[in-house]
């Protein structure tokens, strides 16, 4: 196609999914000859020079996130060029995980006289790889799914304090090269004090933005969430498509939706390149939130964990070794372990299974036999899963419906389970899979709208070792295959904790709350994340 006018590239004949064919040459290095053949799902780079027997390559459009055509800078070059930007998993070096990393190639065109013309097909080229580079929706999910537009316009708000304190630093080096590639707009604001994006998005005009991102750890988003809910058009405002890039040192949100789209990000690089790749890619999936409300008439919507007791504890009390980012929680966790506490109180909450449909054909009981986790039952996650799974075909739990769960003042309803035991070491309710970059505490959890709160709670009488013995199991996600006698697991849809004194520390979102009676309950698919998604 290098001859002496301007063919049109098109489906070749025999070759029903060709959509594109042309000969281009490789810049810069290694200089080669290559033919290009876009299909509707891949890009295959076949080399004719200077050696045609070797192993052609195919770049999936699924890891693609922008393509650009342009003209060379030396103005006697009749050429046009076309670059891809590629994101594939590939193995690591000496590991044997799997991350995405960078794949950019460059071709140059010349299959007219003129340099407007090769311009005109380098164009042709890349507005058709982003055309089929697009996110494709899960068909199952079809309606609940959604793609943010391919010209991105986006509200980031940087936490320059989040973590090691790296946040802005990180979204300049590693976040807006692939922003830049992928063409997408924002517009920038680094926060000065706690609070600023909480107060910024509950008063804003959203309307200019496709998507509002945070760069930092779960406690900014969580800002974010709550100024969403103060405002008066909450119900359309929580729709907003959500973001998160990890620059904290506690990304469980970020590690989660990792999870969600089948990628185990091996280390904290890995993480924030596989969010910010996933964020280019804008699948828009719906997402639970919890709320909590407290006897003194507070009320706090959660996107991710209720936690009451040596989980909270080690998460306020590791504050002062932020610097040692994610590390700060296994410090934390071996000097609150030297020194294990219990805190008293009473539990109840309302079983999954108790809000199942009546026509279903488990019965409630039959559910909440099957599900009722004792860690001392020798069960595995394969059993979780799929009680869990039942439950939630059973029981769509709707806004509305869940807004009708017991008012805090109000006794607890006949349907509830009030535990007998009254002394814990923790109480954790959880709706993601990840309550930190190594805690790996509900596996089961495989999408931001699962409509459930996995409930675990550890009862008091645990030895250290036991306890100790937990948390390493939970870095893999290994704590549900063995015997823990004190720690019990139950998927619930709502939750009340009346401590009996006012120590101890409670934590949403791993923001510290004051210790007192408080109730949480689920509000399925209220808001809206951007994620991956193992469904095809
Ligand atoms: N500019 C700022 N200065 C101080 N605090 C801020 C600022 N911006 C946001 N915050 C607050 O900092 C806290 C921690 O933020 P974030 O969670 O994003 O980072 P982190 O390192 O993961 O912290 P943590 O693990 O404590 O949640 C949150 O309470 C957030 O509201």
């Given at each position: 196609m290098d001859g002496q006018h301007c063919p049109e590239e098109g489906p070749q004949k025999?070759?029903?999914?060709?959509?594109l064919r042309g000969e281009f040459t490789q810049v810069p290095e290694p200089k080669g000859r290559y033919t290009l053949t876009l299909t509707p799902a891949e890009l295959h780079l076949q080399r004719?020079?200077?050696?045609?027997e070797s192993r052609g390559n195919v770049l999936s459009l699924a890891d693609c996130i922008g393509c650009y055509s342009f003209k060379g800078?030396?103005?006697?070059?009749l050429g046009a060029y076309l670059s891809v930007f590629c994101y594939p998993e590939k193995k690591k070096r000496w590991r044997s995980q799997t991350a995405r990393q960078r794949e950019a190639r460059t071709f140059r065109l010349e299959?007219?006289?003129d340099l407007e013309g090769n311009l005109k097909a380098a164009e042709r080229w890349a507005a058709k790889i982003r055309e089929l580079s697009v996110q494709r929706l899960p068909e199952e999910n079809e309606g609940l799914y959604s793609c943010l537009p391919q010209a991105k316009q986006l509200l980031v708000l940087v936490?320059?304090?989040?973590?090691?304190?790296q946040a802005q630093h990180l979204f300049y080096s590693q976040i807006l090269p692939l922003f830049t590639e992928a063409a997408i707009g924002f517009s920038l604001v680094v926060t000065e004090r706690q609070n600023q994006a909480w107060e910024l998005v509950r008063d804003?005009?959203?309307?200019?933005?496709d998507a509002v991102v945070t760069v930092s750890g779960d406690g900014l988003f969580h800002e974010v969430i709550n100024g969403l809910m103060e405002r008066s058009d909450w119900q359309s405002a929580i729709k907003k498509p959500l973001g998160i890039l990890p620059a904290g040192s506690g990304n469980a949100l970020a590690k989660s939706i990792t999870y969600y789209a089948g990628?185990?990000?091996?280390d904290y690089q890995d993480l924030l390149t596989s969010c910010t790749f996933l964020l280019c890619k804008g699948l828009v999936v719906p997402m639970d939130l919890v709320s909590i409300t407290t006897a003194s008439g507070k009320h706090l919507f959660s996107f991710l964990s209720f936690a009451w007791g040596f989980i909270s504890d080690v998460d306020i009390e590791s504050e002062k070794y932020r610097m040692m980012g994610q590390a700060r929680f296994t410090l934390g966790t071996l000097i609150r372990l030297s020194s294990l506490r219990t805190y008293k109180g009473r539990l109840s909450y309302l079983p999954a299974a108790a809000t199942?449909?009546?026509?279903?054909?488990?019965t409630s009981s039959q559910i909440s036999q099957n599900i009722q986790?004792?860690?001392?039952?020798?069960?595995?996650l394969q059993h979780l899963q799929s009680c869990a799974n039942a439950v939630e075909q059973t029981s769509a739990v709707s806004v509305a419906e869940v807004a009708r769960?017991?008012?805090?003042?109000q006794p607890i309803p006949n349907n509830w389970t009030i535990v007998k035991?009254?002394?814990?070491?923790l109480v954790l309710a959880l709706y993601?899979?990840?309550?930190?970059?190594?805690?790996?505490?509900?596996?089961?959890?495989?999408?931001?709208?699962?409509?459930?709160i996995h409930l675990f709670y550890v009862k008091a009488g645990i030895s250290r070792t036991s306890l100790m013995k937990f948390f390493l199991d939970i870095e893999k996600g290994k704590h549900l295959e063995h015997s823990y006698p004190h720690v019990v697991y139950v998927p619930i849809k709502a939750f009340r904790i009346e401590p009996f004194t006012s120590n101890g520390t409670m934590t949403v979102d791993g923001e510290v709350l004051a210790c007192g009676v408080v109730q949480g309950q689920l509000h399925s698919r209220l808001a809206r994340i951007i994620s991956g998604t193992k469904i095809q």
């Open positions: 025999g070759a029903t999914h060709v959509l004719t020079q200077p050696d045609p800078k030396d103005p006697t070059d299959s007219c006289r936490n320059p304090q989040g973590g090691k304190g804003e005009d959203l309307s200019r933005w990628n185990d990000a091996a199942s449909d009546e026509s279903s054909s488990f986790y004792n860690f001392c039952n020798s069960n595995n769960v017991v008012p805090l003042d035991e009254e002394e814990f070491v993601q899979s990840h309550l930190g970059e190594d805690l790996f505490i509900a596996p089961m959890v495989s999408k931001p709208d699962d409509n459930l």
